[in-house]
C-alpha cells in the first residue's frame, strides 16, 4: 500500500512541476479527493449508498471535487485544483490528468445505452481547464482535450480536440504521445487560430473575396457591353 502511494505521488510529480516534494503533493486537493472516492466507491459496490454519499459529501466540502461514489477510476488519476464534478457512470483508465473546473457530465437517462449516461476516459488522457465531456462518449487512449472544449461525440486515439463544439486539430496521434501535454491545449503547435489572429484571417479571407468580385463583376460588365459599343472618347 506505501508503495501504490509512492507510485501515485510521482506520478503526480512528474506531470506537475510545481511541487519540490511528495510531501506537498500530499497537500493536494485532487489527491484527497481520490483517496476519498475509493473509500466512497468501495461503501458503493457494498450497496452501502447512504454512507458512500455521505463520504462523497465529506470529499466535496474539504476539496470543492465532486466525484460520484459509483465513477470508476482507475490508476494514477490527477485532478489538478479543483471545481471538477465526476458522474455516477463516468469510467476513468489509468494516468488520466483533468485540471480544474472539468465536467465529466451525463445525458438524460433515457438516452443512455443501458444505463450509461456519463463519458469513458481511456488511459492516458488529458482534460485542459474547463472542458466539459458529456454523454456516454469514449475519449481515446493519449487523446487531449483542449481548455474550454465542449465533447459530445466520440474523440479518436491521440486526437486533440479544441473549440466549442470541439473539432480535432486532425494532428497525429504520435505527435503527442511522445511528451505530457498540460491542460492539454496545445500552444505553439499547429492548432486552428483563436481571438486577434482569427479575426485578422477572416478579415484578409473577406478582402480577397471583395477583390474576386470586383475582378468578376468588371469581367462581366465587359462580357455584357460587347464589342461594338462605342467607346467614350478621351478628352
Not at 85 to 104: K, R, W
Not at 119 to 133: H, R
Not at 175 to 181: G, I, P, S, V, Y
Not at 217 to 222: F, G, K, M, T
Given at each position: 500500500?506505501?508503495?501504490?502511494?509512492?507510485?501515485?505521488?510521482?506520478?503526480?510529480?512528474?506531470?506537475?512541476?510545481?511541487?519540490?516534494?511528495?510531501?506537498?503533493?500530499?497537500?493536494?486537493?485532487?489527491?484527497?479527493?481520490?483517496?476519498?472516492?475509493?473509500?466512497?466507491?468501495?461503501?458503493?459496490?457494498?450497496?452501502?449508498?447512504?454512507?458512500?454519499?455521505?463520504?462523497?459529501?465529506?470529499?466535496?466540502?474539504?476539496?470543492?471535487?465532486?466525484?460520484?461514489?459509483?465513477?470508476?477510476?482507475?490508476?494514477?488519476?490527477?485532478?489538478?485544483?479543483?471545481?471538477?464534478?465526476?458522474?455516477?457512470?463516468?469510467?476513468?483508465?489509468?494516468n488520466v490528468t483533468i485540471y480544474q473546473c472539468v465536467t465529466l457530465g451525463g445525458t438524460?437517462?433515457?438516452?443512455?445505452?443501458?444505463?450509461?449516461?456519463?463519458?469513458?476516459?481511456?488511459?492516458?488522457?488529458?482534460?485542459?481547464?474547463?472542458?466539459?465531456?458529456?454523454?456516454?462518449?469514449?475519449?481515446?487512449?493519449?487523446?487531449?482535450?483542449?481548455?474550454?472544449?465542449?465533447?459530445?461525440?466520440?474523440?479518436?486515439?491521440?486526437?486533440?480536440?479544441?473549440?466549442?463544439?470541439?473539432?480535432?486539430?486532425?494532428?497525429?496521434?504520435?505527435?503527442?504521445?511522445?511528451?505530457?501535454?498540460?491542460?492539454?491545449?496545445?500552444?505553439?503547435?499547429?492548432?486552428?487560430?483563436?481571438?486577434?489572429?482569427?479575426?485578422?484571417?477572416?478579415?484578409?479571407?473577406?478582402?480577397?473575396?471583395?477583390?474576386?468580385?470586383?475582378?468578376?463583376?468588371?469581367?462581366?460588365?465587359?462580357?455584357?457591353?460587347?464589342?461594338?459599343?462605342?467607346?467614350?472618347?478621351?478628352?
Amino acid at each position: 500500500m506505501v508503495r501504490a502511494l509512492i507510485d501515485y505521488l510521482d506520478s503526480v510529480v512528474a506531470r506537475d512541476p510545481a511541487p519540490r516534494s511528495r510531501w506537498e503533493v500530499m497537500l493536494y486537493p485532487g489527491v484527497w479527493a481520490v483517496g476519498y472516492h475509493r473509500i466512497a466507491h468501495a461503501l458503493f459496490v457494498a450497496r452501502l449508498f447512504f454512507l458512500a454519499r455521505m463520504v462523497n459529501h465529506i470529499s466535496r466540502f474539504l476539496t470543492a471535487i465532486d466525484i460520484h461514489p459509483g465513477a470508476t477510476i482507475g490508476r494514477h488519476l490527477f485532478i489538478d485544483h479543483g471545481f471538477t464534478v465526476i458522474g455516477e457512470t463516468a469510467l476513468i483508465g489509468d494516468n488520466v490528468t483533468i485540471y480544474q473546473c472539468v465536467t465529466l457530465g451525463g445525458t438524460n437517462p433515457s438516452n443512455g445505452v443501458g444505463g450509461k449516461r456519463h463519458p469513458t476516459l481511456l488511459d492516458n488522457v488529458i482534460v485542459g481547464s474547463g472542458a466539459q465531456i458529456l454523454g456516454p462518449i469514449t475519449v481515446g487512449k493519449r487523446a487531449r482535450v483542449g481548455a474550454n472544449a465542449v465533447v459530445t461525440e466520440d474523440v479518436p486515439e491521440g486526437a486533440t480536440m479544441v473549440g466549442t463544439k470541439a473539432r480535432s486539430t486532425l494532428v497525429k496521434a504520435e505527435t503527442w504521445a511522445k511528451d505530457f501535454m498540460p491542460y492539454g491545449t496545445p500552444c505553439k503547435e499547429p492548432c486552428e487560430p483563436t481571438g486577434l489572429a482569427r479575426i485578422e484571417m477572416l478579415e484578409r479571407e473577406l478582402d480577397e473575396l471583395r477583390n474576386q468580385i470586383a475582378v468578376l463583376a468588371s469581367e462581366r460588365q465587359a462580357e455584357t457591353a460587347g464589342p461594338d459599343t462605342p467607346r467614350r472618347k478621351r478628352g
